[in-house]
């Protein structure tokens, strides 16, 4: 397989790890701003209708331009979505106001994860010959399987009393941030960032 379809496989791999990460991180947010018990399900019910909802465009605006771009466009649309949850406290919102934002920042982590989908799909027949679909298409799907566990692990982790503890103990990180989940998702940031930089490189 071509050495530019391993980065199309390392770009998706961090996306998606990160977007399973920010929804536990998201979730210690929500506990942190003592949001509603039902705020947490009804939050991934805002990334799960983005699919639905635009199941029938993404498809078509993939095919419409470079996938390599796209990949790039919707991961950008995604750190937006991580830094608005990373900047809710500077708007001036009450405490419930920023409980919703929270939910329509992942929400926007959503969009772009439906709009990512049919790239990451779509570029695999690009840049392998006929005779490797099946294994670049199983190796996109393993690995995204796997980031699906293993970027829950990751929130988990990251929010975890003992890490947590580590991080807001950094010198550069606690000029920033203040609680765990704040620093679950500086982290988080850094993972879009990775995947962003592979996107570049396709």
């Not at 699919?51 to 078509?60: D, E, I, K």
């Not at 329509?104 to 779509?122: E, M, Q």
């Not at 580590?166 to 990180?173: D, E, K």
């Amino acid at each position: 397989m071509k050495r530019g379809f391993y980065i199309v496989m390392a770009a998706q791999a961090l996306s998606s790890l990160a977007d399973n990460a920010l929804f536990i991180a998201a979730i210690a947010l929500i506990q942190q701003l003592q949001g509603p018990d039902w705020m947490a399900p009804m939050m991934k019910w805002f990334f799960a209708a983005s699919y639905v909802l635009l199941a029938a465009f993404v498809g078509a605006f993939s095919d419409s331009f470079p996938k390599g771009w796209v990949m790039f466009l919707t991961n950008a649309i995604k750190v937006t979505g991580c830094l608005l949850m990373f900047f809710y406290g500077i708007f001036g919102l009450t405490q419930g106001s920023q409980v919703v934002l929270v939910c329509v920042a992942y929400g926007l982590v959503g969009i772009g994860a439906a709009a990512y989908s049919p790239a990451k799909y779509g570029i695999v027949t690009e840049m392998l010959p006929p005779l490797d679909l099946v294994k670049g298409n199983g190796w996109i799907e393993g690995l995204t399987v796997l980031s699906i566990i293993f970027g829950t692990v990751l929130g988990g982790v990251l929010v975890s009393p003992l890490v947590s503890k580590w991080l807001l103990s950094h010198p550069f990180i606690n000029h920033i941030v203040q609680t765990p989940a704040e620093a679950a998702i500086l982290v988080i940031t850094v993972v879009y960032a990775l995947a962003a930089a592979c996107n570049l490189m396709i």
